[in-house]
Nanobody, 116 residues
Framework: QGHLEDSGGGLVQPGGSLKLSCVGSGFTISTWPMSWFRRAPGEERKFVADISQNSDNTNYAESVKGRFTISRDNAKNTVYLRMNSLQPEDTAIYYC?????????WGQGTQVTVSS
């Protein structure tokens, strides 16, 4: 069974940028679509973005379109989420996700806090 490791979160001022990473281990991520979700304080986990196996298709939540970019480097078994123009409402724990033959696999989450 595979494992996902999220990293790259932190504290950033409004208007700033961060790049999250998600490294897969125990399996090859190139076989599967990959996604990012987030859970803001007091809210349920929500979809942020996803990317197809060969990166030819991406989808974004309306709230992040034009500001966030999902990408992947299959050679490094890694998925990224570049976040620009961050706002306080982007504050959340961000999770990498995929669904494989053994079921749903989530990263442990990485905290993003946008505050001045």
């Amino acid at each position: 069974q595979g494992h996902l490791e999220d990293s790259g979160g932190g504290l950033v001022q409004p208007g700033g940028s961060l790049k999250l990473s998600c490294v897969g281990s125990g399996f090859t991520i190139s076989t599967w679509p990959m996604s990012w979700f987030r859970r803001a304080p007091g809210e349920e986990r929500k979809f942020v973005a996803d990317i197809s196996q060969n990166s030819d298709n991406t989808n974004y939540a309306e709230s992040v379109k034009g500001r966030f970019t999902i990408s992947r480097d299959n050679a490094k078994n890694t998925v990224y989420l570049r976040m620009n123009s961050l706002q306080p409402e982007d504050t959340a724990i961000y999770y990498c996700y995929t669904f494989t033959t053994w079921g749903a696999t989530w990263g442990q989450g990485t905290q993003v806090t946008v505050s001045s």
